[in-house]
């Protein structure tokens, strides 16, 4: 299976990071629709077997925000484009000796993923198997890359995530090619999260001394009021 190699930075100054970006020539990876919804479905046993062995099971479906004309102060009203992927992650079978005596800095997984047409569908096969549709979590994000001249970055996606919980920019690529763009965004390496957003707004919800349920804007917004 294909690996992924990621680490998560906590955002804190959106400005110091675009003016970053702009130092790297950093472009969205989509100019007609750069920031995408995304609401995230994750399945599991009732007893959580895919938790216990470290695996995820996800149906993500991406909705593609409308682009805006020049000039314009708002979204062209548009059809919005959707993408359904379902998702399936795992640990290595194997250490990756890339990282050994690096404490576990960074997050390498092995990833299966697939566009499927319906959601509703396979929802519903997956229940009848027997999976539960257990935790519910949305955000927006906007992915960038550099360009080809920067060979180092080849392969590197910079994903700015907009949550419930806070901001947070995603580095998945190389180890080098992670570290490397990490101190030109102002980071260091004490600054990596290799937590999900699932562990983030545990957190989130024990120091607030709710019950966590599930990472929607809506809800969050609610009990803050």
Request: glycine residues 6%; hydrophobic residues 35%.
């Amino acid at each position: 299976m294909p690996k992924e190699t990621e680490i998560k930075l906590k955002l804190t100054d959106e400005k110091a990071f675009h003016r970053a970006l702009q130092r790297l020539k950093a472009v969205p990876a989509s100019k007609n629709s750069p920031r995408l919804h995304e609401f995230n479905v994750i399945f599991d046993h009732p007893g959580g077997t895919l938790a216990k062995r470290g695996q995820l099971l996800r149906i993500r479906t991406e909705t593609a925000e409308p682009p805006r004309k020049k000039g314009a102060r708002k979204s062209v009203p548009v059809a919005w484009k959707q993408r359904v992927l379902v998702t399936f992650k795992r640990p290595t079978d194997q250490e990756d000796t890339s990282t050994t005596g690096r404490a576990g800095r960074y997050k390498v997984r092995e990833e299966l993923e697939l566009e499927v047409s319906d959601a509703g569908a396979l929802t519903k096969i997956l229940e009848a198997l027997g999976l539960d549709a257990w935790f519910r979590y949305e955000k927006y994000r906007t992915t960038y890359k550099l360009g080809a001249s920067q060979a180092w970055a080849k392969g590197l996606l910079i994903e700015m995530d907009e949550t419930p919980v806070g901001t947070f920019v995603e580095l998945e690529g190389s180890i080098e090619a992670i570290d490397r763009a990490a101190a030109q965004l102002g980071f260091s390496k004490r600054d990596y999260v290799t937590k999900s957003y699932l562990q983030l707004y545990v957190e989130e919800c024990q120091r607030r001394g709710e019950e966590p349920r599930h990472m929607l804007f809506a809800a969050l917004k609610k009990s803050s009021a």
